[in-house]
């Protein structure tokens, strides 16, 4: 029997950690922007909302500290170390997200880059249509020959015009953010497809990447008032190998990759179409390559068992045959990351952690329980949890009880140091679903 969904308190902004009991439910409330500052630059799925960074980053740390996110994504947590006068380093294996946190934490003049735009918009001596990747199939079947010949003008305006290596990576990541929305692909989905059914009419590419801009320049320049000297550094690397100094780091805020819930790269495919060789995905071929070395892939490059601080914690037979293969390298590369955290933080740091238990229609994976003993047995031991209802964008269609669903966050501080007594160290069993008809937002 499906256990109702329990009412939360609901906030602005989380509180002090002091007046939030162990376990508690929250809720941030729906009125709270989440797209201030450079926020919503790009769209990214399942990116956490900025209020959860920067609860974090008031509480653990203080101006001047070094804030590092080891799963950066979109780069959230950077963009709030930044606005909180904090250094912000950002780790992912993904180009594109590097790319895209990269332009959110720049440090550029927006009146300069304001100055591009008559050049940008140029449509003067327009070449032949040519496919960005050259194992592409069926390109046509993602744009309109209008859509396609706009888009590659724009890029071809951004690559001639004189501009900063800064600047021109600012602005190849307006033209990424404008990509979706021109194209055939569904908006309503994370998955990158075109519907048959709900037949989409995708606005014009020049006056929607001008829309953008300016959206952009409005964004940068808030994010200039607010930081500070401190600066933001994004690497294109493995959270299991940190390009890191031992003992440098002050706080580490991530929400890491749910267990075979979201394929990143899939759901930005058209983005990596038009932008892969610019960071070094040169083909359909090593596109698919690299989204099977992410950490939580549904078919891992890798095999590992699961390691042995969890094992009591799953029974494999229960857990469905096509997920049962990502469970080991999962918890394997999430264990090795944590002794890698351990590594770079200094003594006494936190490391707050964001995570969710995925459901499929037959089961709970609880992921946070799992996470929490292999960062214990890595030395971050847990010293606060509660939970946080969330709101998905991206999944505006019913369900009907299959898998991928997310109800609940749990928002777990570690401690790195000696085991802190008292503290449970599994949380409440909070199996929220949606009755089958519900859909996810």
């Known amino acids: 029997m499906h256990q109702p969904i329990e009412p939360a ?198 006056p929607t990447f001008e829309k953008h801009f300016m959206k952009a320049m409005k964004g940068m320049e808030a994010l200039n008032v607010r930081r500070s000297d401190c600066d933001g550094t994004i690497h294109n690397a493995s959270a299991t190998n940190l390009p890191i100094d031992d003992g440098s780091v002050d706080l580490v805020v991530t929400s890491p990759p749910y267990l075979d819930s979201v394929d990143y790269m899939y759901n930005l495919m058209l983005e990596y179409f038009w932008l892969g060789t610019e960071i070094g995905v040169n083909s359909r071929k090593s596109f698919n390559a690299l989204r099977r070395k992410q950490i939580g892939a549904k078919s891992p490059l890798q095999v590992h068992e699961i390691p042995a601080e969890i094992r009591h914690l799953f029974n494999p037979e229960g857990v469905a045959a096509y997920r049962r293969e990502a469970l080991g390298p999962y918890f394997a590369e999430m264990s090795n990351h944590f002794h890698e955290a351990n590594r770079v933080m200094k003594p006494g740091g936190r490391y707050v952690l964001v995570i969710g238990n995925s459901r499929t229609q037959n089961e709970m994976l609880r992921l946070h329980d799992a996470l929490i003993a292999l960062a214990s047995a890595a030395g971050l031991h847990i010293e606060h949890a509660f939970g946080y209802r969330i709101r998905r964008h991206y999944m505006k269609f019913p369900r009907k009880g299959r898998g991928g669903i997310i109800l609940t966050d749990w928002v777990i501080t570690l401690r790195k140091g000696e085991k802190i007594h008292g503290v449970p160290t599994q949380l409440p069993h909070v199996d929220m679903q949606l009755p089958p008809a519900a859909v996810a937002h």
Do not use: M
């Open 9 to 206: 308190r609901s906030y602005a902004d989380f509180p002090p950690v002091e007046f939030i009991p162990f376990g508690e439910l929250l809720a941030i409330s729906l009125s709270a922007s989440t797209n201030d500052l450079t926020h919503g630059l790009h769209r990214y799925p399942a990116k956490y909302i900025p209020q959860i960074p920067r609860w974090a980053i008031r509480q653990f740390s203080r101006e001047g500290d070094v804030v590092l996110d080891p799963f950066s994504g979109s780069g959230t947590t950077i963009v709030e170390a930044l606005a909180e006068g904090r250094t912000g380093i950002g780790v992912d294996l993904d180009p594109l997200a590097c790319l895209i946190a990269e332009a959110k934490s720049a440090a550029l003049d927006p009146a300069k880059l304001i100055g591009y735009l008559p050049k940008l918009l140029a449509t003067v001596g327009r070449p032949p249509l040519a496919v960005p990747l050259p194992d592409l199939q069926n390109f046509g079947h993602w744009f309109s020959e209008h859509a396609w010949r706009d888009l590659q003008t724009l890029r071809r305006n951004i690559d001639t015009i004189a501009t900063s290596h800064a600047e021109r990576r600012f602005l190849l990541v307006i033209f990424s953010s404008i990509i979706r929305a021109v194209s055939n692909a569904d908006d309503q989905s994370q998955k990158t497809y075109v519907s048959g059914t709900l037949r989409k009419e995708p606005p014009s590419v020049l």
